[in-house]
């Protein structure tokens, strides 16, 4: 992006509060011509001295006390004016990063849930916290700092050649080339180049110093040399030398630019000799010549601010192209008028899906031509090899993300067609990572359904076998989970998970390796608890242990995103394909473990298992 784009993008953001955002810029200019004022009076009152040098008493008093008056004055001025302007800059600024912050995460509650993984919520923080900050910082601050630092030289070169046309012409020498070496420096594409790479290896050693410091206790469990975490060590490294040869880069032209820069009044001062030595006696001249000695240091200022805006400013544009990436993320569609499913069969149509959109160079379909029903009041499970798609066709159903080739439906109503609100009221799920709120077990549970009166909240814990284990807390259903609470094990968080969706009741229900973390004492009673939530839904099972499955009424064998195999329990295993080798394979590891028959029993695996101890 040239630069022209990239202050018409920044402008496009303060455009919200244009306004607001003048008048800052107007007082930033009155501020800082005020703050010039006082070297008027300066020049007055010397040239009044001068006039009278032979008898400074006979100097007009009233006069010097004017002038000295119009110093103070316009001093106050210039510091009420830089308040009045610093306010209006920062309420514009703060109203600014309000409704950018309120319009992102409105955007992101309407994205696909599937975007916010965990790796893009992380991100989504620093965008919605510290970019935001940055154009906040930039409007506050740069903003009028850059109208300031673009008017004043204006104004004093043209006040100067006002002056003496000869003397101020000398100051446009090092003016330009000041300029110069600033295109220099920021202009080039090395240095733009360089640039980027800097701000890429500090954003690198961020995120590999974060991941090192989560990683510290892999790191000394396995006895790992600090030595050995590469991938910081090399983004410390890539840093160290991006750093130097930015240095290098920039150390030449930055360096001429800041001594020409603050040192105009040395290429004045040889000019002003020189035509002074014509003008001898000339006292009007050596006034003129005075105050451009007075007044070039306040030309240096407003100059030396520019070079920083350039850095600045490209800050800025990166940070604005990050919201601007998110904002760019499309939205899931709602129908106007949401279609009601009254039976809750579902039906996967032809679908096929990959994470990546059809025209990225990465796109590779995860699930293809996935075709299926699970009908209303039964058990289909999923199983297969890990990584064959079974996790994206449960986050599939829960709109996660939108297919892009064939079509779910709920009841015959098409996802599309029921609109989000419906289809969480309709489908409850219990994943293998379970999240629990900073906040009370009961309001924990209570997020099933607002509505619950707290007995109801009670027997959902005592269903889903939570209520022993929380009565046993101190503060009971009142304890906080969390810090400054009470941390719950892998088995009590997944029963509370469905306690909550005991007390949601929806008609369908996905379960993702439910039993993931479960120990035999608590897997037992989660068992329990399951046998409980499924009673007369439809449910979308993922199991890799394949007795907690062995009644489901269809079971599908899911392989690199295909169904390879369908139908019950002795339907597959009759086949002698991938589900029976899966299933030998489960056996064997079983009986490795405890031995067949202890197992089996474990495992409930008695012939004849129905529905209802399917998950013993
Ligand atoms: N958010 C994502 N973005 C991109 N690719 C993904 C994402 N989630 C999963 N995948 C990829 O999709 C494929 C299928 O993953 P999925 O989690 O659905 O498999 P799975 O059968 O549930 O595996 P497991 O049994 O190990 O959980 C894998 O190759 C995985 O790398």
């Known amino acids: 992006m040239d630069s022209k784009l990239e202050m018409k993008s920044l402008l496009h953001i303060a455009g919200e509060k244009k306004g607001l955002l003048i008048v800052a810029s107007l007082f930033s200019i009155v501020s800082s011509l005020l703050q010039i004022a006082p070297f008027v009076s300066v020049y007055q009152i010397v040239q009044e001295l001068l006039q009278h040098a032979g008898n400074p008493a006979s100097a007009d008093q009233r006069f010097i006390l004017y002038w000295g008056v119009f110093a103070l004055v316009t001093f106050i001025g210039a510091l009420i004016a830089l308040y009045i302007g610093g306010m209006c800059s920062h309420i514009a600024a703060f109203n600014i990063l309000y409704e950018l912050r309120v319009r992102l995460t409105d955007h992101i509650a309407k994205v696909p849930m599937g975007y916010l993984t965990h790796t893009a919520t992380g991100e989504l923080k620093k965008i919605i916290e510290v970019s935001v900050e940055k154009i906040e910082k930039f409007i506050a601050h740069q903003l009028p700092d850059i109208v300031s630092a673009i008017t004043i030289p204006l104004l004093l070169i043209g006040y100067l050649f006002w002056m003496n046309w000869s003397l101020a012409l000398v100051l446009l ?21 360089a640039y980027r790479e800097f701000q890429h290896a500090i954003e690198e050693m961020n995120a590999t110093g974060v991941e090192y410091i989560r990683g510290m206790p892999v790191v000394k469990i396995f006895g790992i040399k600090a030595d050995s975490f590469l991938t910081f060590k090399h983004a410390v490294a890539k840093y160290r030398d991006i750093s130097l040869r930015i240095t290098d880069i920039y150390k030449t032209p930055y360096g001429l630019f800041s001594v020409v820069v603050s040192s105009l009044f040395t290429f004045v001062v040889p000019v002003g000799i020189l035509l002074s030595s014509g003008n001898a006696g000339s006292q009007a001249f050596a006034v003129t010549f005075m105050l451009f000695i007075i007044l070039t240091p306040s030309l240096s200022m407003p100059l030396l601010k520019l070079m920083f805006v350039g850095s600045g400013m490209r800050e800025v544009v990166e940070n604005k192209k990050r919201i601007d990436a998110v904002f760019s993320e499309a939205i899931v569609t709602e129908p106007a008028s949401p279609q009601i499913p009254v039976v809750h069969d579902i039906a996967f149509k032809h679908v096929s899906f990959a994470y990546e959109q059809q025209a990225s160079k990465d796109f590779k379909p995860i699930l293809k031509d996935i075709q299926f029903v699970a009908k209303a009041g039964e058990m289909t499970a999923l199983v297969g090899p890990s990584g064959g798609g079974k996790s994206t066709i449960a986050s599939l159903l829960l709109r996660f993300w939108d297919v892009q080739k064939g079509e779910i439906a709920i009841g015959g109503v098409p996802l599309r067609e029921m609109g989000t609100e419906m289809l969480m009221d309709r489908v409850s799920f219990v994943f293998q990572d379970v999240h629990l709120f900073y906040d009370t077990i009961e309001a924990n549970i209570r997020m099933g359904n607002m509505d619950a009166t707290q007995d109801e909240v009670v027997a959902a814990a005592k269903k889903a076998c939570c209520h022993e284990f929380i009565e046993k807390l101190a503060l009971g259903y009142a304890t906080k989970i969390g810090e400054g609470g009470t941390y719950l094990s892998g088995g009590e968080a997944q029963r509370l998970a469905i306690a909550r969706a005991l007390l949601k009741n929806a008609p369908i229900l996905v379960l993702d390796e439910a039993t993931a973390y479960a120990d035999a004492e608590n897997e037992k009673k989660i068992q329990q608890a399951l046998i409980e939530l499924v009673k007369g839904k439809t449910v979308i099972m993922i199991a890799h242990r394949l007795s907690t499955i062995r009644a489901a009424e269809q079971i599908l064998v ?23 080798q899966m299933w030998q394979a489960h056996i064997s590891s079983a009986s490795w473990k405890l031995g067949v028959k202890d197992t089996l029993q474990a495992d409930g695996m008695k012939e004849g298992s129905s529905r209802e101890s399917l998950l013993y």
């Open 173 to 193: 020498i090092p003016i330009g080339i000041g300029f110069w070496l600033q295109t220099q420096l920021f202009g080039s594409e090395s240095g733009q180049k």
């Open 558 to 580: 899911v392989k690199q995103g295909e169904i390879v195999e369908r139908g019950t329990h002795d339907e597959l295993r009759a086949l002698s394909g991938l589900y029976e």
